[in-house]
Structure formats: structure tokens, C-alpha cells
């Protein structure tokens, strides 16, 4: 008898059910290919900046632990965000670990987790993981929230914890400030509104935090150009922020990523800059493909544009084709129900954008011969 089937059946036999059911989250290849797929800054850092890192590099210790109070990224980004002393930040690796930091200090019997569909997908994964009921309200057709529904739904649950994307992934559109504020006023539990794209929103709840005893704000850098250091970071009051942080692993932030997100906020200009060139292009594309048509083209504010190809068009077959000429986007049709036939494109460089439309209006223009 062959080793597999004894380790098939103690893993059946041990590993909860519900994980045995999860899909593992796919990332797509993405060598060789225009990677306008996973919303990241397509820009690096200008040589000089580049070179100054790689000297502040070579100084790093690697035989030693790193600084477990993040002390480096701790003070200046409090100034950054003029944070008084009784609110306090806790860093994550990346959005995730911050998301189940929460959900491990929440869960308990008959503690649920809710939140909007469709919306980020770790919420529910890891919200699966912790072994939490995860509940959500789908968006209308347009991918707005009917404030009505929600609050019903909240009503009927009782959520622990609410996630609000604002702005949405992967709809890119942001829900009205009411709306959000209305939830806070009535949500039975946290509140945590995920400002994942805030670098490239007209709008952020972090001054709001001392208005709602149930808020916490939580972030990334990923976003804006750190993709690579994997540093997310949740603010909210101090009597909130220390019960997390029991949770949080010891060491979790490594020398580098501390030593490399501190060095960008010390050229924090660079990044911001990087932002407004990252909206001017979003501009330019999405007047562009409003000009292409046969798609309705939803609106924004992150660095990614979503978009819904007419019927007679295929989201599956123009993914396929863009693939083809190397360039790789979201296909969001396989998520069916308010995505299907959906596609998400990042914003790029202009080059990159550039390369996308053409490829993009090549396809559409040959599908519809």
C-alpha cells in the first residue's frame, strides 16, 4: 500500500471541512506579460532614490531580530497621519494578517463577520479560516449599496465585525460617506473600513476615528508602490489597538520591510507624486475606453477600473486575446453572479495603458465583425 492514501485519510479525518472546501488563492502567472492584474504601482523608484536604498541596505544586521515595536515606520507615519496619543497603530503583514489579527480577537460563539458582495475575498476566506460565520449583501446592479438592506441584514445577524472597502475591490467605486456613517451609528459590533486605495480616494475616515468608538481604520502600502515589503497598518483608539496587538505575532515585520517602508516615507513625495500620475492616467482611460464602448465602465476612485462587456461580447474570450498579446488583467466573470462577464484592468504606466487599449480595442473591434 502506497503512503498517499494514509495521508489522504488523516487529512480527511483531521483538517476541519470547511478548509478542505476552500479554493487556495490563485495568483496568475505573470512573467513576461504588461501586469495590469493585481493593482500595484507600475512605477520604481527614480536611480538616485534606488541607489540610496541599496546603500541603507548593506548596513542591514540579518543575524539579529527585528525591531518588534516597528519603531522605525511607528513614529513617522504617526506624524504623517497626525494621530494623537490616544490612538495607536498596529502593523500587519500586508491587509491579511491585520484581517485575521481581528477576526481571532472577535470570534466566539454565534460571532459573525459581514460585508458587501462582491468585495474582498480575503473577508470571507479568512473569515473561514478563523471559523467565523461570514455573512454579505449583495450591491445593486450598479455595484451601490442599498443602505436599507444592509442595515436590515446587520439587524438580523448581529456581525461582530463589519468590513467596509472604501473605496470597493473589485468594483473600484466608493460607497457616500452617509452611507458608511450610517452603518457606524448602527452596526451592533467593529466597524472596520479597509482604505486599502486611499492614496487615489477623494475621501478617508481616519479623522473620523474619535467620532465612532466602534471605528478602525486599516491600510496598506501596497498599494503605492511597497508591494514588495508586504506592510499594512490598522489605526484606532489605544483601548482597541492594544487588544490586537496581543494577537500579533512577536517579529511579524521583517528588518527589511521596516527599514525599506521607513526609507519611503522619508521620500514620501516621490510615492505621492506617483499617486497623481497614477490619476491622471485613470483619466485618460477611462475617457478612453468610455470612447471604445460596447462595455459600461464603472466609476473609481482606486487604481483599477472595472468594467461590464455588452452581451454579445465574451469577458472570457477578450481575457484570453489580452493574454494572448501579453498583456494580463482580472477576468472577474468566473465570479459569476454581479461579475459576470466583468473584466478589471489596473492602471499603469502610459506606456502600459497604452499598449492595453490598443490591445483591447483590436479585440472588441474583431469580435463585433
Known amino acids: 500500500m502506497t503512503i498517499t492514501p ?13 478548509i478542505r472546501q476552500i479554493q487556495a488563492y490563485h495568483v496568475q502567472a505573470a512573467q513576461n506579460m504588461i501586469k495590469l492584474d493585481a493593482m500595484e504601482n507600475p512605477y520604481p523608484w527614480p536611480p538616485a532614490m534606488q541607489q540610496a536604498w541599496l546603500e541603507r541596505l548593506a548596513g542591514l544586521t540579518y543575524n ?11 513614529e513617522p507615519l504617526t506624524q504623517l497621519l497626525k494621530l494623537p496619543d490616544h490612538q495607536q497603530l498596529v502593523f500587519g503583514n500586508g491587509s491579511d494578517e491585520l484581517i485575521q489579527i481581528l477576526m481571532m480577537a472577535l470570534s466566539g460563539q454565534n460571532r459573525g463577520v459581514m460585508s458587501v458582495a462582491p468585495t474582498f475575498v480575503m473577508y470571507d476566506m479568512i473569515a473561514r479560516f478563523v471559523g467565523m460565520p461570514y455573512h454579505s449583501v449583495q450591491l445593486n446592479h450598479d455595484f451601490t449599496l442599498d443602505l436599507n438592506v444592509f442595515i436590515e441584514a446587520m439587524n438580523q445577524h448581529q456581525p461582530a465585525i463589519v468590513f467596509i472597502a472604501y473605496p470597493n475591490n473589485p468594483t473600484g467605486n466608493a460607497f457616500t460617506r452617509q452611507q458608511v456613517e450610517q452603518i457606524l451609528e448602527q452596526a451592533p459590533g467593529l466597524v472596520v473600513v479597509d482604505e486599502a ?13 474619535d467620532r465612532f468608538p466602534n471605528l478602525v481604520v486599516m491600510r496598506t ?14 489605526v484606532g483608539h ?15 515585520i521583517n528588518s527589511a520591510s521596516q527599514h525599506g517602508v521607513a526609507f519611503a516615507l522619508d521620500h514620501y513625495a516621490v510615492l505621492e507624486a506617483q499617486a497623481v500620475s497614477i490619476k491622471q492616467q485613470r483619466s485618460m482611460m477611462l475617457d478612453s475606453l468610455q470612447a471604445i464602448g460596447r462595455t459600461t465602465v464603472y466609476p473609481t476612485q482606486a487604481n483599477f477600473i472595472t468594467l461590464r462587456l455588452e452581451p454579445a461580447l465574451s469577458a472570457d474570450a477578450v481575457f484570453k486575446a489580452l493574454k494572448q498579446d501579453g498583456i494580463l488583467i482580472k477576468n472577474l466573470s468566473p465570479s459569476a453572479g454581479l461579475l459576470d462577464n466583468c473584466l478589471r484592468v489596473t492602471v499603469g504606466s502610459e506606456q502600459e495603458n497604452q499598449a492595453f487599449l490598443a490591445s483591447f480595442r483590436k479585440h472588441l473591434t474583431s469580435m463585433q465583425k
Open 64 to 74: 539579529r531580530y527585528p525591531d518588534p515595536n516597528v519603531s522605525l515606520i511607528r
Open 197 to 209: 486605495y486611499n492614496a487615489f480616494a477623494e475621501d478617508s475616515f481616519i479623522a473620523d476615528i
Open 238 to 252: 489605544q483601548s482597541w489597538m492594544k487588544e490586537f496587538d496581543k494577537i500579533r505575532l512577536p517579529y511579524n
Open 221 to 234: 502600502f501596497s498599494k503605492v508602490g511597497l508591494a514588495g515589503f508586504r506592510l499594512g497598518y490598522m
Open 6 to 18: 494514509r495521508v489522504d485519510q488523516w487529512v480527511k479525518q483531521l483538517v476541519r471541512p470547511e
